[in-house]
């Protein structure tokens, strides 16, 4: 299985790299970074994993032509994208600028597409199928204050992943979304109440790990999912149910 991650030099890009490498895949791993991305190629391929880091804008359609067309030259086909780049931008609605605005959608929405869009070129191409998997959040199914631009792209995916069943499928490629919740990760601890806030209004008792998100974008791009297409997966440890607020 050979595999494109975009956004994954840390965090749950970073794991959902190392899960799939251990586990036989030949990864490209894109960051931004050019430095991180090549540290983290090499944490995988340490551990035993097939992974080479492609640094580069996962907003920039030029470069995901190159970078799918890298990833066939490295392994020979692409079976697998996770197109997990992404930033989030907090703030008030009433204060909110057009420049923050225009740096979401030219990455979670533009870029996305257009990944979306390379990717599928390709597994057509090769006639054998494939996986897409799009990485929402539980913002995008659920309101949460200060992050109405933010949630606006992240549902935005989950509606991409809807539509695109009717022109994908003949091709025998699914498209879903993993839509996580509160996570631990490098950014989120940077943040000291976070654990316990998250912990506190969390059904479940505490927030996602990496390795709990990354085991669901495991299942959706294996064969054991390939009747699921078209589909959100909320792993958020049951908040979206009662939707309690951290604040």
């Known amino acids: 299985m050979n595999v494109i ?35 983290a190629a090499d944490r995988i ?14 907003a920039n359609v030029d470069f995901i032509k190159t970078m799918v067309q890298t990833a066939v030259s490295w392994f020979g086909s692409l079976d697998v994208l996770v197109a997990n780049a992404g930033i989030t931008t ?37 006639g054998q199928g ?5 990485m929402s959040s539980v913002t995008g199914q659920q309101a949460h ?23 994908l499928s003949p091709h025998r490629i699914t498209i879903n ?22 912990s506190r209004i969390t059904p479940l008792g505490k927030p996602a790990t990496v390795a709990d998100i990354a085991a669901a974008v495991r299942f959706l791009t294996s064969p054991e999912a390939g009747h699921i297409t078209g589909q959100t997966l909320v792993v958020d440890g049951g908040w979206t149910s009662l939707s309690p607020s951290p604040y």
């Open 5 to 39: 991650v975009t956004g994954a030099a840390q965090g749950i890009g970073f794991e959902i790299c190392r899960q799939m490498a251990l586990r036989g895949a030949s990864v490209l791993l894109n960051d931004l970074d050019e430095e991180q991305a090549q540290q």
């Open 45 to 58: 391929q340490a551990e035993g994993g097939r992974c080479q880091a492609l640094a580069g804008d996962a």
């Open 90 to 126: 907090f703030g008030d609605f009433f204060d909110y600028q057009p420049e923050s605005l225009q740096k979401l959608l030219d990455l979670n929405i533009r870029g996305n597409f257009f990944l979306t869009q390379q990717a599928a070129i390709q597994m057509r191409k090769q």
């Open 130 to 134: 494939g996986r897409i998997l799009l």
């Open 145 to 167: 204050a200060y992050l109405a631009a933010y949630g606006m792209t992240k549902a935005a995916l989950q509606m991409l992943a809807k539509s695109l069943v009717a022109e």
């Open 177 to 198: 979304c993993v839509a996580p919740g509160a996570t631990l990760t490098e950014r989120t601890l940077d943040d000291p109440d976070y654990t316990s806030t998250w």
